[in-house]
């Protein structure tokens, strides 16, 4: 079942798009123990993140979907087929000029104005499972 989105003026085709990269993680589809241990090997997590991860994974299998509040869309979701984990393993950049060509090729591709680029890149901007640019800030909790 899918949500009627016709009365949405959405254009799709602006993110129907791909680049050629090479990633140098990837958990494969599906979702489990195994997918979490791969996560916290590359991200070479303390112990204690591992097992909270762990813990998270067990509590999310356990619970049913929120289906009586929210859309019987989430009951077409096959988890065994989303690719939880995907990056090509750069750092955070401090900057806007940091950031990677592939990247900003993407906003730019998605239509995102120049100055909400740089605003974004100076927060924390996301690509792939890992985030590209990650600015301090002192607002930030």
Not at 46 to 59: G, H, M, N, S, Y
Not at 96 to 104: G, Q, S, T
Request: charged content about 35%; cysteine-free.
């Amino acid at each position: 079942m899918k949500t009627d989105t016709s009365a949405v003026n959405i254009d799709r085709d602006k993110g129907d798009f791909h680049y050629k990269v090479d990633y140098g993680f990837d958990a494969g589809v599906g979702l489990g123990d195994h997918v979490v241990n791969y996560i916290s090997d590359v991200k070479q997590d303390p112990d204690w993140v591992r097992e909270f991860r762990l813990k998270a994974l067990q509590t999310f299998e356990s619970k049913p979907l929120p289906t009586h509040w929210a859309s019987r869309d989430l009951e077409a979701i096959d988890f065994s087929k989303i690719r939880y984990y995907l990056a090509q393993g750069q750092r955070a950049t401090r900057s806007w000029d940091e950031v990677p060509e592939d990247v900003k090729r993407t906003f730019e591709r998605l239509g995102i104005p120049e100055q909400e680029r740089k605003f974004l890149a100076g927060v924390e901007a996301q690509f792939d499972s890992d985030p590209t640019s990650r600015k301090p800030s002192a607002n930030r909790a």
